[in-house]
């Protein structure tokens, strides 16, 4: 009985998206315990893993150290024969410590179409206080926040903050950068992917992100700080670039 309600159920969520032109939501439970489909991200520098404690150079050959490096996800999806399944409830702050993160509940099956991802959170919800969201989400990292108004406003959706060494200056050899991703530059990855949901057994995305790539045209002496601020044409160049060189680090799987 419970193998003919399973296959029930399969069957009218494929008649469903066969049938529907907009997104629909399929979620797990609160806590992420039952979704069975995940991301898994591995953070790489120049083919190794990535440490944060590590020492690195820069462009200008400066030695530089990551100490903080956070990135939103958002907006986790799945097409299937062209209709898009997705949970939008979801939001995840990446970082380096932690590879897995479970996204959705599918049915068991086989799925054919593309799975894909935004860095980054649409206008609506990157307006919002962190207040509004829920106690375990990601988002209600201070540092992440920008605030409510003014130059600086909503949320950085990548967030790289260190130390970098000045060797030719004997008096102040150490000093800090702080470069931030936001504003408008949110960025949707995707990859045609075919799968199946095995009973028991998690599916899972894997995405390697090279951080040697995002750093690889700054020189830190010199920008040591982008903030993604659209009303400085300077900084929000720089902002694009960084963007790009993002776009350029993301291998999908």
Known sequence: MKIIVKIICVVILFASLGSCTKDISVGGDNNGTQRNVGLRVFFSYQGAEFS?????????????????LKMIVSDFFI??????????????????????????????????????????????DNMKDPSQFTLLSGLRDPDLYRGASGNYSGYSFLKIKGKVWDMTDSTTTEWAFDYEMADSLSLTRARNKNFSIVSDVDASFEVVIDV????????????????????????????QMLRLQLDSSIVMY
Do not use: C, W
């Not at 982008?226 to 720089?238: G, L, M, N, P, W």
């Open 79 to 124: 097409t299937h024969l062209g209709d898009t399944i997705k949970d939008t409830t979801n939001f995840f702050v990446i970082i380096p410590e932690v590879r897995d993160y479970q996204l959705l509940e599918l049915p068991t099956g086989s799925y054919s179409g593309s799975y894909g991802f935004t860095i980054g959170l649409d206008a609506f």
């Open 212 to 239: 040697d790539r995002i750093m690889k045209p700054f020189d830190l002496l010199t920008v040591d700080e982008i903030k993604s601020q659209s009303s400085d044409a300077t900084d929000y160049a720089f902002a």
């Open 52 to 68: 944060k404690d590590s020492i690195y150079y820069d462009a200008a050959g400066n030695p530089y150290q990551i100490e903080e």
